[in-house]
């Protein structure tokens, strides 16, 4: 079955310092790639996707990321963390138009 | 006023118990879906449909139902629920394109005792 794999469940980064979370997606014809992020008692919001062209992908509040086929990879990052990016962070990715698969998450917090 | 939101919010219900939970959009979007979110497992897709006659299954679906009463309501039952239902529910919307940024109400948090 296609899946979606976060290796990190949890990470914690200084408030200033970069950011980078792992996402690999099971190989197939190349889905299309999703990050959201999931603040507390909220629902999920989009950040950024990917779906053909530039494999850097720029997304809302400073994020991006960067797909790489020969890594079946789609890590997000961000060069200078904020104390309001703490969340949860989620990669998802569309398998045959209709078939959502998401990530475990991956949890950040950040220190002042 | 927020685009997608879910009743009730909070809900804790018995084991064997009938629990519908009701998902609103004001999107104007046609595709909808139902997910359930559990610690370490992320979300996974429980029923998706793309318009008032047309609803799919999921990755999940054993255990639920759900209805489409108009293009702005979606909604998802448990006809018996059991204490591995207990969960986080979303409702998503999308507009016409698989692609299509998907938009996700706050969640419901369900118990089953």
């Known amino acids: 079955a296609q899946s979606v794999t976060q290796p990190d469940i949890h990470i914690t980064v200084s408030e200033g310092a970069s950011l980078e979370l792992r996402c690999n997606y099971s190989?197939?014809?190349?889905?299309?790639l999703f990050w959201y992020v999931q603040s507390p008692g909220q629902g999920l919001q989009l950040l950024l996707k990917?779906?053909?062209?530039?494999?850097l992908v720029q997304g809302i509040k400073g994020f991006e990321a960067e797909f790489k086929r020969s890594q079946s990879s789609f890590n997000l990052r961000k060069p200078s963390v904020h104390w309001s990016d703490a969340a949860e962070y989620f990669c998802?990715?569309?398998?045959?138009?209709?078939?959502?698969?998401f990530g475990a998450g991956t949890r950040l917090t950040v220190k002042p | 006023d927020a685009d997608v939101t879910q009743t009730p919010r909070n809900r804790i219900t018995k084991t064997g118990k009938r629990i519908m939970l009701e998902c609103s959009q004001t999107?104007?979007?046609?595709?909808m879906y139902w997910y359930r979110q559990d610690p370490g497992l992320g979300l996974q897709l429980i029923y998706y449909?793309?318009?008032?006659?047309?609803?799919n299954k999921g990755e999940i679906s054993d255990g639920y139902s759900v209805s489409r009463q108009a293009q702005a309501k979606f909604s998802l039952s448990l006809e018996s629920a059991i204490p591995n239902q207990t969960a986080l529910y979303f409702c998503?919307?999308?507009?016409?394109?698989?692609?299509?940024?998907?938009?996700f109400g706050p969640g419901t948090r369900l118990t089953v005792l």
């Open positions: 998503a919307t999308s507009s016409g394109g698989a692609t299509d940024t998907q938009y």
């Open positions: 190989y197939g014809a190349t889905p299309y």
């Open positions: 990917y779906f053909s062209g530039d494999t």
């Open positions: 998802a990715a569309l398998y045959n138009n209709n078939d959502m698969r």
């Open positions: 999107k104007g979007h046609d595709r």
């Open positions: 449909s793309f318009d008032v006659k047309d609803i």
